[in-house]
């Protein structure tokens, strides 16, 4: 029975090993050589290290390690191996392989909401049509890295060929304009739970981000930079009360469309990126099927997780405990 994890030292994963050893699991790390001594602190979390000069190599050591681990993904492992390798990875992962897939293009990702009944920003193939402002979003960017807003089909292409200019994409095509929606942000931190049949709302987070979130620092009078979105952090956000059931209903609908799409459901964690705008519409333009950085600010619990629990459940917490819950049938949920 596998009952090993095993995960990237990077993203979430000090989330994933400390709450895999709250539910007595055993728990390994890949990490980089320079990056050691950084996770030898946390040793007393950690039963294996596997040492690598570069993640790059990560895919040949975990296709060599036996059944009995069990893979955690999370952005990291797709940032650095790539989702052709993740998708080819022999050993079997806690999650959906197929959305990771989905994830990574940026039109199938829309689509994939929209399906889902979930409301999306207008995306404009042609650039002519562009009648509002618009966020620029280059495909592969790093957390958001070159975006950029314009106004119109002519600051949009001078933006594009900036991007070309420096080599953040190689073409247009790289890139998707959408509509960029008025509002705050929210991301929703969803959990399937395969054991009981049910999508638990594990937390919620804003990124924190330069230097749209630095430009209210600025005087009006002044004359102000263009927004960029390089997440930097992330801040813990609670939302009214009222909005939790309709939160709720768009987490099952994504699930919903998951098993519609690829047979399978979601399983363990997932988040849908919105920007809620001030008539209370929720506007997603993006979703994670797997465990995203944002609920690292949530390692002793969140206020949802304590409601559901009444005990400090991490994300990390609540993907061991779903291991274990699952027992014998948890062979036919990894993926
Ligand atoms: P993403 O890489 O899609 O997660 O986007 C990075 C950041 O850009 C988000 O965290 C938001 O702050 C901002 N953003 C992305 N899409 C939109 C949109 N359609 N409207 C407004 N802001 C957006």
Same mark, same amino acid.
């Given at each position: 029975m596998p009952n090993k994890l095993i995960t990237l030292a990077s993203h979430s994963s000090l989330q994933i090993v400390h709450g895999a050893k709250m539910e007595g699991l055993s728990t390994s790390l890949v990490v980089e050589r320079r990056r050691l001594n950084f996770y030898k602190r946390y040793s007393n979390l950690v039963d294996e290290?596997?040492?690598? %000069?570069?993640?790059?190599?990560?895919?040949?050591?975990?296709?060599?390690?036996?059944?009995?681990?069990?893979?955690?993904?999370?952005?990291?492992?797709?940032?650095?191996?790539?989702?052709?390798?993740?998708?080819?990875?022999?050993?079997?992962?806690?999650? %959906?392989?197929?959305?990771?897939?989905?994830?990574?293009?940026?039109?199938?990702?829309?689509?994939?909401?929209? %399906?889902?009944?979930?409301?999306?920003?207008?995306?404009?193939?042609?650039?002519?049509?562009?009648?509002?402002?618009?966020?620029?979003?280059?495909?592969?960017?790093?957390?958001?890295?070159g975006y950029f807003i314009a106004k119109n089909e002519e600051e949009v292409r001078k933006g594009l060929k900036k991007a070309i200019d420096l080599g953040l994409i190689k073409n247009t095509k790289e890139a998707i304009v959408q509509e960029y929606v008025f509002g705050v942000p929210m991301y929703f931190h969803y959990f399937y739970s395969p054991y009981y049949d049910r999508v638990e709302l594990t937390g919620i987070d804003i990124r924190y981000e330069t230097n749209v979130d630095g430009l209210k620092r600025i005087p009006d009078a002044l004359d102000k930079p263009l927004p960029s979105f390089v997440v930097v952090g992330n801040i813990p956000v609670i939302a009214r009360e009222s909005l939790l059931p309709k939160i709720i209903e768009m987490g099952e609908s994504l699930n919903k469309e998951a098993i519609r799409r690829t047979g399978k459901p979601i399983t363990g964690p997932y988040c849908i990126e919105t920007i809620i705008k001030d008539d209370g519409q929720i506007v997603a333009f993006e979703f994670s099927g797997r465990i995203v950085a944002g609920t690292n600010l949530y390692i002793n619990g969140s206020p949802y997780t304590w409601l559901e629990w009444g005990e400090q459940m991490s994300v990390g917490r609540r993907i061991a405990k779903e291991i274990k819950l699952l027992g014998n049938d948890l062979v036919h949920y990894l993926d």
């Open positions: 290290f596997y040492i690598v %000069n570069e993640f790059k190599e990560g895919s040949k050591l975990l296709n060599s390690l036996g059944d009995e681990y069990i893979l955690i993904p999370h952005g990291s492992l797709i940032e650095y191996l790539g989702v052709g390798e993740v998708m080819n990875l022999r050993i079997k992962i806690f999650g %959906n392989r197929k959305l990771i897939e989905i994830e990574s293009n940026q039109y199938d990702k829309m689509n994939f909401l929209k %399906n889902a009944g979930i409301m999306i920003p207008q995306i404009f193939n042609n650039y002519t049509k562009i009648d509002k402002t618009v966020i620029v979003k280059l495909s592969g960017a790093k957390g958001g890295k």
